[in-house]
């Protein structure tokens, strides 16, 4: 991803951040939110994704209502964000940005695993409109 893409993107979340609520901020301070380009090749292989631009986030750790004294010395709860998935659900098909739609995605994938953190199912999510 070369240097403008990245920084349009990161201007857009930066802002995305800004506007959230309090409370999800209380939240990111518990679960560390990691911006990357593109998931690993390994971690699409292991969820059978195989664009480099076909995940937008994913959180990774114990659910909190299913953590227990047995899950003590687990990695850390972890939520990433893929830039490259998320613009291309903000693209149209000469690839032109819609920045209005890219700040939605952003904020839909935060709070989406945000969810997960909280023990959310895809189906939940997909109820709440995340």
Known sequence: MD???????????????????????????EVPLIVEDYPSRELRRSLGVRRKDGLCGLYTGIPLGKRSVEHSGVPSDVVHIFRAGLLAMAS?????????????????????????????????????GY
Do not use: C, K
Not at 9 to 27: G, K, Y
């Open 92 to 128: 149209d098909r000469r690839g032109t940005v819609d920045a209005d739609e890219l700040r939605s995605q952003i904020r839909i994938t935060i709070l989406h695993e945000l969810g997960h953190y909280h023990g959310l199912n895809e189906q939940e999510l997909e109820q709440l």
């Open 3 to 29: 240097a403008a893409t990245r920084d349009l993107f990161d201007a857009h979340f930066e802002q995305v951040l800004r506007e959230m609520p309090a409370r999800v901020h209380e939240l990111l301070r």
